[in-house]
């Protein structure tokens, strides 16, 4: 039986890691780390995290909650001795916030990692990194040997590729999972939550795209993607220490495909095209839907990171695991779109 530390269990990839670890047979106690004000604030936000996912009252009495930080793990030695697993999800995804991304991302993942490092029953230390953490390069399809670009459109990208180089020079039993773009569940669509969805609904529903509309998306569920993390976090002999968790050439999916099935629902422009994405943001097609300052400026920000030319990750590796391919974006959207909120909805119905 396991003893699993998960960090970033109040985000979303980390949230469904851990409804999906208290499912498993294998765990018998799951130690989660949150940040709060106190133990009670702790406890709380980890619930409520849980519940999105259907995690229900009868696996949480193996959940334990520690309040605490990456920089301050207040872990006892007797769940330190026992302590078999770890997946560390905790990140700062912000595309913008450069001190906070670099002091959670690289910082707060190295004192982690060396908190942990003599944790004496330590079997695999599994971190979350990215897909993009690649950089930009000129490619169309991404394989985990390639080398990172030292140019990056996000800090966050950027801190996920130095935060694996930190790890590589720790002796850990190290095994690193890189998602590509994390949208929606596959049964409860965007309930849990609507991140990223609302991008691409938006891209939809305007007819722009900063990309070739011919150009394929990379999108996995986070289901899927939790799933595969505890999957790789017990399977023994794994033949690699890095794995993408992508949809790779099987299930990606070309953007005009993805139009064609929000055009189904009555969310989308009658035709899509590609536009300048270093001016998406002040575009005239956002004016129909009367968007704020703050929202053309993430769309900026999202554009800026879309238009980059790679299309795919290669999941090969996975495949070759035994771990089957991912449902493809388009296959479930729909379950998205009938679960996105209401009100974003009938504005994109009034607007379409």
């Not at 800090?155 to 850990?172: I, M, N, Q, W």
């Not at 150009?215 to 399977?235: C, E, N, Q, Y």
Request: hydrophobic letters at 45%; a positive charge.
């Amino acid at each position: 039986m396991a003893t699993v530390l998960l960090t970033g269990v109040t985000g979303f990839v980390g949230g469904a890691t851990g409804a999906a670890l208290l499912k498993h047979r294998r765990v018998e106690r799951l130690v989660a780390l949150v940040r709060a004000r106190d133990q009670q604030h702790a406890q709380g936000r980890a619930l409520a995290s849980l519940r999105r996912f259907r995690a229900g009252s009868n696996v949480l009495g193996r959940l334990h909650v520690i309040c605490g930080s990456l920089d301050d793990l207040p872990i006892d030695g007797e769940v330190l001795a026992r302590l078999t697993h770890v997946v560390h999800a905790a990140a700062h995804t912000s595309f913008l916030a450069v001190r906070r991304a670099r002091a959670t991302n690289v910082e707060g993942t190295k004192t982690l990692a060396a908190r942990l490092a003599g944790a004496p029953a330590l079997e695999r230390f599994l971190h979350v990194s990215t897909a993009y953490r690649c950089g930009v390069i000129d490619a169309q399809a991404v394989g985990e040997d390639v080398e990172p670009s030292d140019t990056h459109i996000a800090e966050y990208t950027r801190t996920k590729s130095e935060a694996e180089k930190v790890l590589a020079g720790l002796d850990l039993p190290l095994v690193i999972a890189r998602p590509s773009i994390v949208v929606g569940h596959t049964e409860l669509g965007v309930a849990p939550s609507a991140s990223l969805y609302w991008y691409y609904w938006a891209l939809a529903l305007a007819g722009i795209t900063p990309f070739p509309t011919s150009r394929r998306r990379d999108i996995v569920p986070v289901d899927w993607v939790a799933s595969t993390l505890a999957r790789l976090l017990f399977k023994p002999d794994l033949r690699a220490s890095c794995y993408h968790l992508s949809s790779g050439d099987v299930s990606s999916v070309a953007w005009s495909a993805v139009h064609d099935t929000f055009a189904r629902f009555g969310l989308a422009a009658p035709t899509t095209r590609a536009v300048d994405p270093t001016t998406f943001g002040s575009h005239h097609a956002w004016s129909l839907l009367a968007l704020g300052r703050r929202t053309r400026l993430a769309l900026q920000a999202c554009a800026r990171f879309s238009a980059v030319p790679i299309e795919v990750f290669s999941n090969t590796r996975l495949l070759t695991e035994g771990i089957e391919a991912p449902p493809s974006f388009e296959s479930y959207l729909p379950r998205c779109i009938a679960t996105a909120n209401k009100d974003l909805n009938a504005m994109a119905r009034n607007e379409a």
